[in-house]
């Protein structure tokens, strides 16, 4: 999912933690934010200091789905928190009860004016793998878990256990790989991106182009091959080409956003598969076997392929932690096969 993560101070002029994955395993750099800001190559996540967030756990009904969730967990909680829920950003992950977390929307805001990342996690859910007791990050202590917290060493009950810098690094991306941290940037905060070339992109630029104009689209193993992704095309320019008269031009994303129906934004296409791109990247044993977009639901409707019944919660856990809803139809055993259709829908947070 990333290769770089930059674990924030609570002090702005602290000291800064930049951990990032090589062939040989991990190495960290310290310094302060202005030097190295500039090492960040995308993607790459944030860890914020825990003082800034609130994890809590939330019984949700089990029908409820999509901006209900939220709704659901701002009343449960609201009277234990001293502030306006309206000025809360609300992450729900999955599970019974479900892992929450609220951050204030102006500290959002103001991460973001200065930074870019793919993700942002609080610090104590993202060194998980650290339970055991309090560790000491930087200028304060973390109790890490994901209904954990962290605190100012002042009022701290004990300094900490002190990991070195690798360790840390390790924990961390075990933690993000896993896809079960809560990635705050989501919702109303989720990054703005575009499908990078590649056999994924083409499928993508297919897909909504097939989407948009309602013909729908089969994309058959999308996982495995170049051929295939230019088969898909392929089929795309066809349908194009019968739909409107005209040779297919080379940028069928542009030439969807521009046929596309008014009240319809493509661009909220590419942000589904975006997601759901980067949430199998993490299962490679998944595959697509067919591929939809809902122009009314703005949702992926999906049929997938499995290793077996528990890849479909692992595959849920991974888009739920990027702040996405991704709700299953059940799996079941055909020809040796193990198939399970399924929903992609946005606006998991808030």
């Given at each position: 999912?990333?290769?770089?993560?930059?674990?924030?101070?609570?002090?702005?002029?602290?000291?800064?933690?930049?951990?990032?994955?090589?062939?040989?395993?991990?190495?960290?750099?310290?310094?302060?934010?202005?030097?190295?800001?500039?090492?960040?190559?995308?993607?790459?996540?944030?860890?914020?200091?825990?003082?800034?967030?609130?994890?809590?756990?939330?019984?949700?009904?089990?029908?409820?789905?999509?901006?209900?969730?939220?709704?659901?967990?701002?009343?449960?909680?609201?009277?234990?928190?001293?502030?306006?829920?309206?000025?809360?950003?609300?992450?729900?992950?999955?599970?019974?009860?479900?892992?929450?977390?609220?951050?204030?929307?102006?500290?959002?805001?103001?991460?973001?004016?200065?930074?870019?990342?793919?993700?942002?996690?609080?610090?104590?859910?993202?060194?998980?793998?650290?339970?055991?007791?309090?560790?000491?990050?930087?200028?304060?202590?973390?109790?890490?878990?994901?209904q954990g917290d962290a605190v100012d060493p002042?009022?701290?009950?004990?300094?900490?256990?002190?990991?070195?810098?690798?360790?840390?690094?390790?924990a961390l991306f075990d933690r993000i790989d896993?896809?079960?941290?809560?990635?705050?940037?989501?919702?109303?905060?989720?990054?703005?991106?575009?499908?990078?070339?590649?056999?994924?992109?083409?499928?993508?630029?297919?897909?909504?182009?097939?989407?948009?104009?309602?013909?729908?689209?089969?994309?058959?193993?999308?996982?495995?091959?170049?051929?295939?992704?230019?088969?898909?095309?392929?089929?795309?320019?066809?349908?194009?080409?019968?739909?409107?008269?005209?040779?297919?031009?080379?940028?069928?994303?542009?030439?969807?956003?521009?046929?596309?129906?008014?009240?319809?934004?493509?661009?909220?296409?590419?942000?589904?598969?975006?997601?759901?791109?980067?949430?199998?990247?993490?299962?490679?044993?998944?595959?697509?076997?067919?591929?939809?977009?809902?122009?009314?639901?703005?949702?992926?409707?999906?049929?997938?392929?499995?290793?077996?019944?528990?890849?479909?919660?692992?595959?849920?856990?991974?888009?739920?932690?990027?702040?996405?809803?991704?709700?299953?139809?059940?799996?079941?055993?055909?020809?040796?096969?193990?198939?399970?259709?399924?929903?992609?829908?946005?606006?998991?947070?808030?």
């Open positions: 999912m990333t290769d770089m993560v930059l674990i924030l101070p609570d002090d702005p002029n602290g000291e800064t933690l930049l951990a990032r994955r090589t062939r040989d395993g991990t190495e960290t750099v310290r310094g302060d934010i202005e030097t190295l800001s500039p090492m960040l190559r995308a993607p790459y996540a944030i860890v914020l200091p825990g003082q800034h967030v609130r994890a809590f756990l939330t019984d949700l009904p089990e029908k409820i789905r999509g901006p209900e969730r939220v709704s659901v967990a701002r009343f449960a909680h609201e009277d234990r928190l001293a502030t306006d829920l309206d000025d809360l950003h609300i992450v729900i992950g999955s599970g019974d009860p479900a892992p929450t977390v609220m951050i204030a929307r102006r500290v959002m805001a103001a991460l973001l004016e200065r930074f870019d990342p793919h993700f942002i996690y609080a610090d104590f859910d993202a060194l998980s793998g650290l339970a055991g007791g309090p560790v000491r990050l930087l200028d304060r202590v973390v109790t890490p878990g994901p002042d009022w701290a009950e004990t300094s900490g256990a002190v990991y070195d810098d690798e360790t840390v690094a390790r896993s896809g079960v941290a809560l990635n705050l940037r989501s919702g109303a905060y989720r990054r703005r991106t575009q499908i990078q070339a590649g056999p994924w992109a083409r499928v993508a630029a297919a897909a909504l182009v097939c989407g948009l104009l309602g013909l729908g689209l089969s994309v058959a193993n999308t996982r495995a091959t170049q051929a295939q992704a230019d088969a898909v095309q392929d089929k795309a320019r066809t349908l194009y080409t019968q739909v409107t008269g005209q040779a297919a031009p080379d940028n069928l994303a542009r030439a969807a956003r521009q046929m596309g129906p008014s009240d319809t934004d493509p661009a909220a296409f590419l942000a589904l598969s975006d997601t759901l791109f980067t949430a199998m990247a993490a299962h490679p044993d998944i595959t697509v076997e067919r591929l939809s977009y809902e122009l009314r639901e703005n949702s992926l409707r999906l049929r997938l392929i499995y290793p077996g019944f528990e890849a479909a919660g692992a595959l849920e856990r991974t888009v739920a932690a990027s702040g996405a809803s991704f709700v299953t139809g059940g799996v079941r055993e055909q020809n040796g096969r193990f198939i399970g259709d399924a929903s992609l829908s946005l606006g998991g947070g808030s």
